[in-house]
């Protein structure tokens, strides 16, 4: 095989393993390679000509293998030394992993002895060995097993099963992992509410941040929909499917309907109670249903007598001349030098004091503020709706008191998982959003979406999540069977990009992840004034 690796080309005997070929070019920081723009473990056999580039553990999808490797070394531990504990991951707090153990009291020293015990097999550098069946092998191995771990691939559509083991342990977790268990550096194990956090560092050089610990807002909003969910007793993909497959899908969609009702209602409530509020100050990360959420929440305050009047932050962008630029000599629209925060202010403050004022429109086509006479004039029984990237940044409404704002946070805090031990990333479930409804309002291609995506979630970490605990309130726009919706939509998008693209590996792994979800046909059941069909269509507030 040609193998072209950091612009050198080798001629390689076909079915050595990557790790085997390129042994003495694969330092300790380097823990799996993008092979024709696939993610691939070191163990990946090569089959056939191309291009392999190596992945180190500080890069973001390094960093995301490193992760999973954690998981994995904690859970055979746990295993090891309670062999009778139910240890579920629950969901990412920051650079933290927050677990609960269902039937085992845990202790201090309990979490000490697993750290120790994972230090002892980290240092004895193990092999961690991909094992693949066919879906009848799988299903005679758990026919002699007793345990739900990685069962949920034998139970679904895929023909082959794969397994993770080391030692006598396996498990299955979702995407490549380490090859051995010496890849572990800083990480650590420590008590949280009616849990613990597997904690880690953003990359080697850094120092543990505990910042997963003053997340507290974040914490209850993922807590409340957590309870509910294992109430209902649909908290897995496994769980979700046997409803769908009973035909259960419409009271599903009732239940999360009344859930954001129930919510939104509440959030009207403490807007009420608070009687010198003025404006409502909205943001969250793309794709989280800013819109509906928006327009659900206008009309609970309208419930309450108080009429809701919106303004786009998108109006107030400075002239393009004078727009700041970024590292590379791009206009950066996204930070808040970006925003005339002056003239911004000056009119709020004019609304408020229940003077007239006419409003600019940005042209963005010319870069230029033009006003067309579109006046305004804040009435007692009217409040301010004002949604944007830095609404939950108080430099943005730098002159207005805080008594008079009240600031919601909202994103989609999935807390549905795979399995016990597999979870489901927030920021995965936006990203399906995002490609169906990039697709569908603006004919955009999943490839044209995933190109985007990093720059995207540079800004919300830069602009957005610094502030989430800013808010008053926080909004979780999560729905329990979403992803079994989008499946049919996305799927076919995903399909077209072909393995000359670097967004390939992304791609084939949200196909498998939505994979294990079972189709929900009866679109027709999501009420119009749903939040999903802000991403499929159909939604009265377009």
Known sequence: MKIILEQQEYNIEKGKTILEVFEKQISEEIIAARYNNLIVSLNESIEKDGKIEFIKNDEKEGRIIYVRGLLYLMSKTIDELYPDCYLTVNYQLSNAMFCQTENLELTEEMLAKVKAKMQETINKNLPIRKVQMTKEEAKAFYAKEETLRGRLQADGSKEIVDLYFCEKYYNYFYGVMPISTGFAKEYDLTKFRNGFLLEYAEDDSAQILNRSKESLKLVSAMNDYDELYKLMKINTVYRLNKKIQEGKIKDLILFSEAIHEKKIAEIADQIKQKRNIRMVLIAGPTSSGKTTFA??????????????????????????????????????????????????????????????????????????????????????????????????????????????????????????????????????????????????????????????????????????????????????????????????????????????HPEYSEARRLIEMLQYFESVKEIDLIPNNSLLREFIGGSIYE
């Open 295 to 500: 327009g659900k929440l206008g009309m609970a305050l309208r419930v309450q007598g108080i009429k809701p009047v919106t303004i786009s932050v998108d109006n107030y962008f400075v002239e393009r001349e004078n727009n700041p630029v970024d590292e590379n000599g791009n206009y950066d629209f996204e930070c808040l030098q970006a925003i005339d925060v002056e003239l911004f202010n000056t009119q709020l403050l004019n609304l408020l004091a229940g003077k007239e004022v006419e409003m600019p429109t940005f042209d963005f086509a010319t870069g230029h503020k033009q006003y067309l006479g579109n006046k305004l004039q804040l009435k007692e029984d009217e409040i301010l709706i004002i949604e944007g990237i830095h609404c939950l940044n108080d430099e943005l409404t730098n002159q207005i008191p805080k008594q008079n704002k009240f600031k919601v946070y909202i994103s989609d805090l999935t807390v549905l998982n795979i399995d016990y031990y597999n979870r489901i990333s927030t920021t995965d479930t936006r990203l399906i959003r995002r490609i169906s409804r990039d697709y569908r309002s603006r004919n955009y291609s999943a490839l044209h979406t995933l190109e985007m995506w990093n720059s995207v979630n540079r800004g919300e970490q830069k602009y957005i999540f610094p502030y989430q605990e800013e808010a008053d309130c926080m909004f979780n726009s999560s729905i329990i069977y979403e992803l079994a919706v989008l499946k049919d939509f996305v799927i076919p998008l995903l399909e077209e990009i072909d393995d000359t």
